[in-house]
Structure formats: structure tokens, C-alpha cells
């Protein structure tokens, strides 16, 4: 790590005429740093040459308490820089380089669109291992073999410091990344393997690089696709509810995509309310809203204790201070499960086509009603499956108790916070974690089952294990307050995009238009 220029910024988002600082540490110098906006296209928009930077220690906490180095450099933020996610990009003297980010907001009132992509910040801070260890594990410790994985995951942290760098297989991986998910259905005796081996013989990633970040990820995704059809879309990063509280105004739609996983309390109820208000929510997104976290130290150190928040949460002990303490948000001490304004959680899905979870599954959604709204002129019917070929469903994804009615369609079937009028469109099985019966090593194992299973069900019982095991993968939409949401409950919704999957086009068509999110051409009409 010593032979790259490592840098932080101190913000994770700004605004127009706001000053970003780089704290930075580089074992020669000058230095250059470049500023490009990744869409649809890559676009430079600020190059600054002969940064002087010295090199500095790296604390052994720098992974919980950040590396303390010095203010390096700081740049404007131009008034035409438009907004989106913007790579950062240090090269030293010798080409050796490191990336980072920053998002750009749009905080002019009469210029900001319809709609806004919040980027999913928090996650990336949660599996930030940069320093050695993240909210998972103790990563470094399993890449030199000095640990054993179960021994790496009694090494994560709670308390997570975002001044620090990134690694670069996660933030900016190399080459072309395979995704989170079997391309081929298993076959007989076959133990599965996510992903490519040949990519990962060649770039030796960590098990957690795939799971979070911008760049060649799902938020990239969806970017290209939403820029290329002439979307005009807005972002934002879930820090700015830190700082912001009020940063939706102004928007009619609010979107997440991929993994948003981990979510504040200043987020959670500021996109609740929004909804609740008239305003629309698009998740094209799984595992979302999942766990509960919190920031501290003016919004330097994000605390996500995750199931371990009841024993190391120093919030929890007293009463008085356990609502801000962190663990699942579904968890009965907030009174707050995610489905009440999501509809659906991943305590009721899990995982498909990933390892020995639904190793054979199909892949694709079956659809059931065929007759909502979501579905208008896509050509599909009843007992049609969708995204197969791409393959669609795969790694994680959200789902909700299930019955069927007397009109042979799937409905709602209580769950925490699950409301009564969700709207079943299609759905897939998904299990939360491989069965203790596979004879392979476990690549997702189920941790913290009693408590998993004391929250989804209220007590822990074999027969309430037994039915955490068997969830479903669920596309569903529903009216909350004065406003509605659509849930494409996986993760994997927008690679169907970047396949051009018909089905998965026009679907997504639909949302947006229903939802008001307009054409660069359209206007305000």
C-alpha cells in the first residue's frame, strides 16, 4: 500500500461553491489529481498537477478511528459541474494511483429534476475494509491466511471510521467484475461458484469487494442505462441526511438501486415522511433498508453493531438511549420494521442462484398479476417467467409472507410491517442462507440464526428456523400515505437493463413514467 498516493476527503457529498479537502499521504511527489463525473460517459472536469504530499503513517485503528493525516489539498465545486458521482483519482510522479469519490448534489431549487438517486454511501463505509477490517470481518487477517473465516468474522468492527481510503479491487475493480451470482443453474454433484474464477485468479479479490461501491457496480449501471434512454435524474448520498434532513424537498420521486443496505434514522424517517407526504419511492434495490446505523464524531464514524447491538451497542443497556442504538431495523426495540414503507424485507427473501442458495433456481421472476399497472404493454401473462436469460435474480433480495387468495394470486401474509394492500406481482423462491445438508464448504453461511429467528417470528423454535430458510424474491408496489412505492425486491433488477431484457425495459419504463420521471426532451409536461 506504501507505493500509492492514499487519500479521503472530508465530505462525502457537496454542493456548488463548496470547498473539498483531501487529507492524502504518498511516498513521492508532485501528485495529480483528477476530477471526472461517471454516466453515460466519462466526463473530466477539473485536473489539478504539482500537489505536494508527504507520506505519513497509517495507525493500526485506522480502520475504526480513521488515519489522521494531514489536510494535502482542497478544490472548489464549479457551478457547471453536474450532478452525480464523481471519481477522484491521485496519481503520483511513478503513474501509481488510488481512486475515491465524492457525490455532487443539486441544491438550486429551480433547477432540480423530478427525480433523485440516492447513492448508497452508508453501505459502501460498511464494507469499506481499508486498514484491515469492516463490519463483516476481519479482512485482512483472511487474505493472509492468518485467520480462518469463521475467526475473521468474530474480527469485525462496529465503529467505522470513513477518513480513511478504499481498497481498489472494491471502489475501482479492475477489468470486467463478474456479478454476485451463478451463471449457469448448478448441476448434479456440482459445487458452485459465484462469479469467475478466472478474474478472480487474476485479481484476487477479498469476498467483500463485490458488494458495494459505484464503478462497474449497480449504481454504474443504472446510470449509463438512465442517461443513454435521456432520463434527467438527480443524486444524492445517504450522508447528506446527516447534514441535510429537508434534502428531498423538491424532488417527486426519490430512487434507490442495488444494495442499500444500511440506513440511518435521519434517512430512514426523512424518506418514510416523504412518502408518506405524497412523495413516490422507486427501489430497484435488495437487502435494502436492512440494518440500522448511526454516525458520530460530526459525521466521521458510522456505528453499525449490526445483530451484535445488544451486547456491544453502548446504547442499549439503557433504555432510555436503546431506540438510537444500532442492530436490524425490523428488530421489535424500534417499532420500525423497513417493510412499513418498503413493503417488503429481506428477512422474508434472501438469496437465489448464489453458491448453494437456489443453486438451481430459474433465475427470473414468474409472474402473477399480470394485470397490474407495472405490467401495461409488456406482452406478459400469468405463469410467465422473466429475466432467465439474463440471468435476473440472483444475490440478494427482498420478499414478505405469502398466501394465496380465492382468486389464485399471491397476497401478503402478515410479516413485520408488511401492509395489508401490497400488491403481489411476481415472485421467486430465495433462502437466507445454504442448508446445513450441503456437502460443501459454506460460502453464505447463516450467522446469528437465533436471533434472525427470535425477530422475524418472535421466538426462536425449530419450526420458525425451519420457515427463516424458505423465503421468496418479490416484485410489489403499493399506496403508503399519500404517496406510492415499487419494489423490484432484488439487487439484480439492473443488469436486466444493461442486457436490454424487453420485460425488464419496459417494466422499468413504466415505473418511471408513473412515478413522473421525465425525458430530457419530455419537458415539464
Given at each position: ?186 448441476d448434479v454433484g456440482q459445487m458452485p461458484i459465484p462469479g469467475s474464477l478466472d478474474w478472480m485468479e487474476e485479481h484476487q479479490p477479498t469476498p467483500y469487494d463485490g458488494s458495494a461501491c459505484f464503478l462497474k ?309
Open positions: 500500500m506504501t507505493d500509492n498516493p492514499w487519500f479521503y476527503p472530508d465530505k462525502v457529498s457537496a454542493g456548488a461553491g463548496d470547498t473539498v479537502t483531501l487529507f492524502a499521504s504518498a511516498p513521492a511527489s508532485p501528485c495529480t489529481l483528477t476530477v471526472s463525473r461517471i454516466g453515460a460517459v466519462v466526463e473530466q472536469v477539473a485536473k489539478f498537477e504539482n500537489i505536494e504530499i508527504e507520506l505519513h503513517e497509517t495507525p493500526d485503528d485506522a480502520d475504526t478511528n480513521g488515519c489522521g493525516w494531514p489536510a494535502a489539498f482542497s478544490f472548489e465545486v464549479e457551478s457547471d459541474w453536474r450532478t452525480g458521482y464523481y471519481d477522484l483519482t491521485l496519481t503520483g510522479p511513478d503513474g501509481a494511483k488510488s481512486q475515491h469519490f465524492i457525490c455532487i448534489r443539486n441544491d438550486d431549487v429551480d433547477t432540480k429534476s423530478k427525480a433523485v438517486l440516492i447513492l448508497s454511501t452508508n453501505t459502501y463505509a460498511a464494507y469499506n475494509y481499508w486498514g484491515g477490517r469492516n463490519s463483516y470481518a476481519d479482512v485482512a487477517g483472511l487474505m493472509a491466511g492468518k485467520v480462518t473465516p469463521d475467526e475473521s468474522r468474530a474480527g469485525a468492527i462496529g465503529r467505522l471510521s470513513r477518513m480513511r481510503p478504499y481498497p481498489q479491487t472494491m471502489l475501482a475493480p479492475p477489468g470486467d467484475p463478474p456479478r454476485l451470482i451463478n451463471y449457469e443453474p448448478r457496480k449497480w449504481e454504474h449501471v443504472f446510470t449509463r442505462w438512465a442517461e443513454e434512454q435521456g432520463y434527467e435524474i438527480d443524486f444524492l448520498s445517504d450522508h447528506d441526511f446527516e447534514d441535510h434532513p429537508d434534502t428531498l424537498d423538491g424532488y417527486e420521486t426519490a430512487m434507490v438501486v442495488g444494495h442499500s443496505e444500511y440506513w440511518s434514522v435521519n434517512q430512514r424517517f426523512a424518506v418514510e415522511h416523504f412518502i408518506q407526504q405524497g412523495g413516490n419511492f422507486i427501489s430497484f434495490s435488495g437487502n435494502t433498508c436492512y440494518w440500522k446505523v448511526r454516525w458520530e464524531d460530526d459525521g466521521q464514524t458510522m456505528i453499525a453493531h449490526k445483530s451484535a447491538g445488544e451486547d456491544n451497542d453502548p446504547l442499549w443497556a439503557n433504555p432510555a438511549t436503546r431506540k438510537d442504538a444500532t442492530h436490524l431495523w425490523s428488530h421489535p426495540e424500534f417499532d420500525a420494521p423497513e417493510a412499513r414503507f418498503l413493503g417488503l424485507s429481506f428477512l422474508y427473501g434472501g438469496y437465489h442462484r448464489i453458491a448453494m442458495c437456489a443453486a438451481r433456481g430459474s433465475a427470473a421472476y414468474t409472474i402473477y398479476n399480470d394485470e397490474h399497472w407495472a405490467l401495461a404493454d409488456t406482452d406478459l401473462y400469468y405463469g410467465d417467467c422473466i429475466g432467465g436469460d439474463v440471468p435476473l435474480i440472483g444475490y440478494e433480495n427482498d420478499g414478505c409472507p405469502i398466501q394465496f387468495g380465492e382468486d389464485g394470486l399471491p397476497k401478503p401474509s402478515g410479516g413485520l410491517g408488511v401492509p395489508e394492500n401490497l400488491e403481489i406481482i411476481a415472485m421467486t423462491p430465495a433462502t437466507l442462507a445454504e442448508s446445513d445438508r450441503s456437502p460443501f464448504p459454506k460460502v453464505i453461511p447463516l450467522e446469528d440464526r437465533e436471533i434472525l429467528t427470535r425477530v422475524t417470528f418472535g421466538e426462536d423454535t425449530p419450526d420458525n428456523r425451519g420457515k427463516l430458510m424458505r423465503g421468496h424474491a418479490v416484485m410489489a408496489s403499493f399506496k403508503c400515505g399519500k404517496g406510492e412505492v415499487f419494489n423490484a425486491g432484488t439487487t439484480e433488477w439492473v443488469h436486466g437493463l444493461a442486457a436490454s431484457n424487453p420485460f425488464i425495459e419496459k417494466i422499468s419504463h413504466n415505473v418511471l413514467n408513473r412515478f413522473g420521471v421525465t425525458l430530457a426532451n419530455d419537458g415539464d409536461d
